[in-house]
């Protein structure tokens, strides 16, 4: 590879230690007739799900009058999380402008060249900002994921997004006759289903389960000593709930929106400004997807950020807010994971007047909620405390939907339970150490058909006993023993 410019950045050993990700790039680099650099105040932060995601400058060969240097994000995805993002076609920026207008042009990130396999299994990604999002940055301004902010950097970031992502993204017709996206009409367990395999959770879902101690097709679950109903379970036809009709409204979705995948670029001075950001990792894009997908996957994957931090009360209380947003935050819930919630339900619910009012757009985002936790339940990099917690969020949420939305009539030929499935699986909450004594179990009767071989030893040898006894007192009273 040629050696940077001098108005380029660094060269990259000193701010790309790892070596295996070097040399993929200098290889590139040669095989493309491109010089790759990286500034100085870049740092390789290892994001959501074990990414890294970084900011390079990139020459390559330009006519007279033409910038040969440009920014481009490089994304190193880890083996074991490549399904989230590099799965089915790649989405076109130039697609989606000829189909949504100035949003791609603003915030939509495209891949410019195809993805690299690394030796270890790591996929290395190449994206290009937009135009807008590189202009905040000339001058070596630093770039931060949504992920890096906190505060009030976080919530006018995490506002910023939702609001583009529903009223530009999927922006409502004024005309009364086309009131915005189309209703799409499906069943309770079709569209959990579709979530989960959308997501890439659903080939993974059933072992993460197991691995907290429950059994997928149980009817509920036992977490700490209160039933639950299980969420998995109305995905199997023979729940009397996986008929129930859903309503939902539909449009353009990310499909993996966290923290990582929401860049904000920064000034000279530091300071964010999240009007700007850009999205990267957009292999996932739907345009039929539940409008509550992105909204339910950033709120959940920016307030577990904050779940090991609470109490026992306090997560308890999030996890009230998150089910039901509109009795209002709790009195225990601290700032700012209580206004993540409430930013969240107060975008959404304003977007969703003019459809069809804020209780069928919350009950879709509880529906959107339930499915994103029960995915979190398969990362590994949550598990186990905060696996656990989605698991009993996604629980909680599913209870309140039934108690909400009762079923007046399950049909007569509805067909039969599982008999495989148990009625309830006792689950570990908090999970119990693996040298754990296992609880004692009765003991069988006494002269019941499964009484233990040591009980029928200590019969025999009592039954024995009272038999040499009775002989011994027949000798003694035989005439001449007298």
């Not at 400058?57 to 920014?71: I, Q, S, V």
């Not at 135009?131 to 905040?136: G, I, L």
């Not at 039933?227 to 995905?235: G, M």
């Not at 990362?379 to 009762?406: K, S, T, V, Y």
Request: aromatic fraction near 6%.
């Amino acid at each position: 590879m040629k050696g940077p410019t001098s108005d380029m950045g660094e060269p990259l050993e000193p701010y790309v230690p790892d070596p295996t990700l070097r040399a993929a790039l200098e290889d590139f680099g040669q095989q493309c007739d491109r010089e790759i650099s990286v500034p100085p105040q870049t740092r390789l932060d290892r994001g959501y799900g074990g990414g890294t995601l970084f900011v390079a400058r990139l020459t390559e060969p330009a006519p007279p009058g033409r910038e040969p240097t440009r920014k481009v994000f490089v994304k190193v995805l880890p083996a074991r999380s490549r399904h989230r993002e590099v799965r089915g076609p790649q989405w076109s920026r130039a697609t989606a402008r000829a189909t949504v207008g100035d949003f791609a042009r603003q915030h939509l990130a495209e891949q410019i060249f195809p993805p690299i396999d690394l030796r270890d299994g790591r996929r290395l990604m190449f994206q290009e900002p937009t135009s807008d999002f590189q202009e905040t940055t000339d001058g070596g301004a630093q770039v931060r994921g949504l992920d890096e902010l906190d505060g009030e950097d976080l919530l006018a970031a995490f506002r910023a997004v939702l609001e583009a992502v529903l009223h530009e993204w999927n922006s409502i017709p004024p005309a009364p006759a086309t009131a915005g996206p189309p209703a799409r009409e499906t069943t309770l367990g079709p569209y959990l289903e579709r979530e989960l395999r959308a997501a890439g959770a659903w080939e993974k879902i059933h072992h993460a389960m197991s691995i907290f101690g429950f059994h997928g097709g149980a009817e509920s679950l036992l977490i700490d000593s209160r039933p639950l109903p299980n969420p998995l379970r109305t995905v199997d036809p023979a729940s009397p709930h996986h008929r129930q009709p859903v309503r939902f409204h539909a449009g353009f979705a990310h499909g993996d929106l966290h923290g990582g995948n929401v860049l904000v670029p920064c000034g000279a001075d530091g300071r964010p400004h999240p009007e700007r950001f850009s999205l990267v990792g957009l292999s996932a894009v739907d345009a039929e997807a539940p409008l509550t997908r992105d909204v339910a996957a950033l709120l959940l994957a920016t307030v577990l950020r904050y779940v090991p931090g609470l109490t026992r009360d306090e997560s308890e209380a999030l996890i009230d807010y998150l089910v039901h947003p509109q009795r209002g935050r709790p009195g225990t819930l601290p700032a700012p994971v209580a206004e993540l919630v409430r930013i969240a339900d107060e975008v959404g619910t304003a977007y969703a007047q003019p459809l069809a009012g804020a209780a069928i757009w919350r009950r879709q985002a509880r529906l959107s909620l339930i499915a994103q936790a029960l995915t979190c339940t398969t990362f590994e990099d949550l598990r186990p405390d905060r696996g656990l917690w989605c698991l009993r969020l996604a629980a909680r949420a599913m209870q309140a939907h039934i108690e909400e939305n009762p079923i007046p009539y399950v049909a007569a030929t509805a067909p039969p339970a599982d008999p495989a499935a148990p009625v309830t699986a006792v689950g570990r909450w908090p999970v119990s150490p693996p040298d754990a004594v296992a609880p004692a179990v009765p003991a069988v009767p006494t002269g019941s058909p499964g009484a233990s071989p040591r009980q029928v030893l200590l019969w025999c040898m009592l039954a024995a006993a009272l038999l040499a006894l009775a002989g011994v007192t027949a000798w003694a009273l035989a005439p001449g023993h007298t």
